[in-house]
């Protein structure tokens, strides 16, 4: 069950991301953004699956990428990280609140920081997941 669902988890985690490209190329920055968020959560909750962590119903992007450091046992690398990309990450949280329950525009130059900032989140998990895997 759990292959499954990490694979699941992942999959869709693709699909949010080809869908904030999606969004990139007509311009409509708010949407990519949210996708992104997304994709990010699903890797993130993948990630931590494949680690075998449960994760809270109830998270942030900062608390779930917390939990993956500690089950690295690398918590002080991941929390330096959030340190020092604690503008992106809120950036990225206030993405899904805002596409879901208020009216925000993102600029284009935002919105490539936060799809580069994402990017590097998934490639510092994945060079940190390889390592202790």
Do not use: C, W
């Not at 708010?30 to 119903?57: H, R």
């Not at 779930?64 to 959030?82: P, T, V, W």
């Not at 920081?113 to 994945?126: D, H, I, M, Q, S």
């Amino acid at each position: 069950m759990r292959k499954e669902e990490i694979k699941k988890l992942l999959e869709r985690s693709k699909k949010f991301k080809d869908a904030a490209e999606f969004h990139f190329s007509r311009g409509d920055f708010d949407l990519a953004v949210f996708n992104l968020e997304q994709s990010l959560q699903l890797f993130l909750k993948g990630m931590l699956l494949k680690k075998g962590i449960e994760f809270p119903k109830a998270h942030t992007l900062r608390k779930l990428f917390s939990l993956l450091g500690e089950g690295l046992k690398n918590s002080k690398e991941f929390k330096e990280f959030i340190a020092k990309n604690s503008l992106e990450f809120a950036s990225l949280e206030d993405a899904y609140i805002t596409a879901r329950y208020f009216l925000r525009d993102f600029e284009k130059e935002e919105s490539e920081r936060l799809k580069k900032f994402a990017e590097e989140v998934e490639n510092f998990v994945r060079r940190y997941f390889d390592q202790r895997s």
